[in-house]
Structures are given as C-alpha cells and as structure tokens.
C-alpha cells in the first residue's frame, strides 16, 4: 500500500509530511520534506510507474553495487558501506518523456568518487549503468564527471522509496527520465561511445539532453 500524508509540520524552514501505511496511523514510517528554502518540491508519491518489469525489490542485506568493466581493479560494496560514504545534496527536476515532472531534494553519492576507487582506464570514454529488472542506460564519462553525477538514496529527506529505485537511481540531471535508472546494481566502464541502453534502442535520443530531441539522432 502507498504511504498516505497524514500531518504537515515545520521545522528550521523546511516543511515536512509524515506518512504512514494506512494500518498504523500512530506510527509514522517517514518524514518527506515538502519545501527546501522557500521552494515547494514535488512528492516521492508524484512519481509515475514506468519501469519495465514493475517495482523492484531488493535486500539491503544482500545487495553490492559493482563498478567494472574498463577498471583498474573491480569494485564492490554493500549497502552499508556506501551509507558510509561521503554523500552531496541537490536540488533537482526529472523531466519526464511522458509529459511530467517532478522537482526533489536529493541525497547521495557522487559517482565519480565510486569510479575513483576503481581507477578507470584511460581507454574508458562510457559509464553503462545496470538495473535489478535488467534495463541499462549509458552517459559520456566526461558528462559524468563534470555534471557531478549522484546515485540517490534519499528523496526529500527520506529513505529513496522501493518504487523510487531503492536502493539507488541515477540524479541524471539536465537528462530526460530514461537516464535516470533506478535499482542500480552495477556500474560499467565501456570504450563503446555508441552503446544504446533499453529505450535508446527502441529509438530514444542516446544524448538524452532535455535541451534536445526525445527521439532520434540530434
């Protein structure tokens, strides 16, 4: 069952809704912030199903993030271990191809610092990124980089939700929603500049710019 809002309070500026799961009123599961500095951010609940294999679940207690391919050395991690990793906030719009979007407080951890710790090689120009349900999207290493990527697992000051990517999605912003995978489990490092991920080949532009086309080569 959804979480449902049931009071709004305010603290230190920032306004916040608690939700429950409907059974247990008296207990309150999250606290999602609702404004961030004077700006209202849109909901974790405003989000649409899209995903190509319905919502994932994974356990936190069994799940490693891995960084391979075109690496030094092979990465991985636990949950655990990436909590304790150092994480950037970012205030963020998903600009979705079905016509909707959604501004977010998010919480995470910068990509580069993953790809740090793996040491790419100097052949590596792509940064193929795997989900759980098998869907897959590529960005330019250098875009990566430079734009300072997240993996998010926190939306609003909350747990991301399961439906959300739990345990990760991709802040791929400035990019049109189908670069922004969720439940990542591996992080690839690719020489292939021209790899298309599951909605790249099925005629989604491979930039993914939200300045530019949604379909088609620029």
């Known amino acids: 069952m959804l979480p449902t809002a049931i009071v709004l309070m305010v603290c230190g500026g920032m306004v916040f809704a608690l939700y429950s799961d409907g ?44 960084v391979d391919g075109l690496v030094e050395q092979t990465a991985s991690w636990s949950y655990a271990q990436i909590q304790d990793m150092a994480h950037e906030q970012k205030l963020v ?19 580069a610092s993953l790809l740090e710790l793996a040491r790419p090689s100097r052949a590596a120009t792509t940064v193929i990124f795997h989900a759980a349900d098998g869907y897959t999207t590529s960005l330019p290493l250098a875009q990566v980089l430079e734009r300072n990527l997240i993996l998010a697992d926190r ?17 791929a912003e400035e990019k049109w929603g189908y ?34 086309p949604m379909r088609g080569d620029d």
């Open 23 to 66: 059974e247990h009123q008296e207990a309150p599961q999250s606290v999602e912030i609702q404004e961030y500095e004077g700006e209202k951010l849109g909901s974790a609940l405003d989000f649409r199903e899209n995903s190509i294999r319905g919502v994932q679940t994974i356990d936190p207690g069994s799940y490693r993030l891995v």
């Open 93 to 111: 719009t998903i600009h979705c191809v079905e016509g909707w979007s959604v501004r977010a407080l998010w919480d995470g951890i910068p990509v």
């Open 155 to 171: 939306i609003n000051g909350i747990t991301l939700p399961r439906a959300n990517g739990f345990p990760f999605q991709l802040v």
């Open 179 to 212: 670069k922004w995978i969720r439940w990542v489990t591996r992080i690839e490092l690719s020489d292939d500049t021209d790899y298309e991920g599951f909605w790249e080949r099925r005629g989604y532009n491979n930039d993914g710019d939200v300045s530019g």
